[in-house]
């Protein structure tokens, strides 16, 4: 409106300034001109409605040019990144649009790309494990991740302010941090569905014109995991110990009898020493087991990953059991056709699978042993079937944890250390694969793990 009132202020003074030169003209040739002055008013008047009227075309035509560069400015402020001016001459209006175009151009790009870097905070945010919220100096929520709502047991609400979460402790934590301008960190429980051990921090960030901060970011940290992974520590540590110190105690009681007068008992010092040396492999496998393990288990863990025929590894593992199960009286059979093949590191699967071979001829009576291959629509399965006593169901689903034993005094008694399964477990996982078993008391068991042929890189 205020461009066409300008142009509209322009061309009617144009016209002004124009009759009043044409009217000063008209009066002087009244004077000299006498008799003639009628008709050189006329042609005069004549003249100023002809330049009335070719002067209306391009001030018309400038203003809607001034009309096209208000329009898109005002767009362009509103918001609209798509707004562009038309170029259709090459004056100094046209450079003004261009201008114009460029700034909008600019603003274009600089938004998609704020909105792509918030786009990515929201979700880094939205995927960290800790709650996060940024608060005000009266306790306002200005901004907090999902994490945070959950934990505190809020829908999200608009402008609302933390006491609604209704957690007292983190309303005293704040405030204390405010009145004491640094931050506050201490464990606490809050109660939501049932009471949970956080870790909260109420820090102060960002400062003002006079020193002051501005915000403050509070963090509540779930403990479970970090309380979780030290009972698993201490739980394993205690196994370790206990499983080393038992053949450990034995081999120092029979030491000590041997050398108290136990080497002059003809009769018992044979079976003495063997029962060192039996105890002396235990702890020997003991370790190797742990050793294993640990290597598995490293963050760092390297796979030397190559394509295998894993029809002829089986194969080929299954016959240094055949000797073995052959003095227990059992039968080693293969169903393992050579052709299906994998990337996967063959040591780490060697080691699998001896140790899924070893375990069902240990715990296997009599019958036999199927050691099979095959292929499902998206993974190879290997699997180790036996006859043996089974598995009763509370078992299965701590089979595949350390140190984890259903029958404690047999295990021992045939050599096992209660590691292999997670052994297992550990190389499929390595491979992006899974394990798992199936058993029937009285029937037996089958231990299988399935790993993508194509290599663990795009599946793990």
């Known amino acids: 409106m205020g461009v066409r009132s300008l142009t509209g202020r322009l061309f009617s003074r144009l016209i002004l300034y124009l009759g009043a030169g044409l009217l000063l003209a008209g009066i002087l040739l009244v004077r000299f001109a006498g008799a003639r002055a009628p008709i050189a008013i006329v042609i005069l008047a004549v003249l100023l409605a ?49 201008a114009l175009n460029d700034v909008a151009s600019r603003y274009e790009e600089k938004f998609r790309e704020l909105k792509a870097e918030r786009d990515a905070s929201e979700a880094v945010l939205a995927n960290l494990p800790q709650g996060l919220a940024l608060l005000t100096r009266d306790l306002t929520i200005k901004h907090a991740n999902p994490r945070f709502w959950s934990m505190v047991g809020l829908e999200r609400p608009r402008g609302a302010r933390l006491p609604a979460a209704r957690q007292p402790v983190l309303e005293e934590m704040a405030e204390d941090s405010i009145r004491r301008g640094r931050s506050v960190t201490r464990d606490v429980a809050l109660y939501v569905e049932e009471k949970r051990e956080y870790e909260v921090t109420v820090t102060p960030i960002g400062a003002g014109a006079e020193g ?20 698993l520590r201490r739980e394993f540590v205690a196994n370790a110990s206990h499983e080393l110190k038992t053949p450990l105690t034995s081999i120092r009681g029979y030491a000590e009898t041997l050398l108290t007068g136990g080497l002059e008992d003809e009769e018992n010092r044979a079976r003495f020493v063997e029962t060192i040396r039996a105890q ?13 393990l640990a290597d598995l288990e490293r963050p760092d863990a390297a796979l030397d990953v190559k394509d295998w025929d894993l029809g002829q590894l089986v194969r080929e ?68 079937t036996d006859t043996g006593r089974g598995i009763d169901p509370e078992h299965i689903p701590r089979l595949f944890e350390r140190f984890y034993r259903v029958d404690r005094g047999r295990s021992r008694a045939l050599g096992g250390t209660g590691l292999g399964l997670s052994i297992v477990k550990h190389a499929v996982s390595l491979h992006g ?28």
């Open 280 to 292: 002396a492999a235990r702890l020997e496998a003991l370790v190797e087991d742990l050793l294993e």
């Open 433 to 460: 694969g899974r394990v798992g078993v199936e058993s029937r008391v009285g029937e037996g068991s089958s231990f299988w793990f399935e790993i993508p042929p194509d290599g663990p890189h795009l599946h793990s």
């Open 50 to 98: 002809a330049v009335a009227l070719l002067g209306a075309v391009p001030f018309r035509r400038m203003n809607r040019r001034f009309d096209e560069l208000a329009t898109s400015a005002d767009a362009l402020a509103r918001g609209d990144q798509g707004v562009r001016v038309p170029v259709d001459a090459h004056d100094e209006l046209a450079l003004m649009a261009r």
């Open 317 to 384: 593992m299954a016959g240094t059991f055949e000797e073995l199960a052959g003095r227990r009286g059992l039968r080693v059979e293969l169903d393992a056709r050579p052709g299906i093949r994998a990337r996967v590191d063959r040591a780490k699967i060697d080691l699998a699978l001896r140790n899924l071979l070893d375990n069902a001829i240990k715990y296997t009576d009599v019958g036999t042993v199927t050691a099979r291959i095959e292929r499902t629509a998206s993974a190879i399965r290997i699997s180790v």
């Open 212 to 231: 002051t901060p501005e915000a403050w970011l509070l963090s509540v940290e779930d403990l479970r995991p970090e309380k979780a992974m030290a009972a």
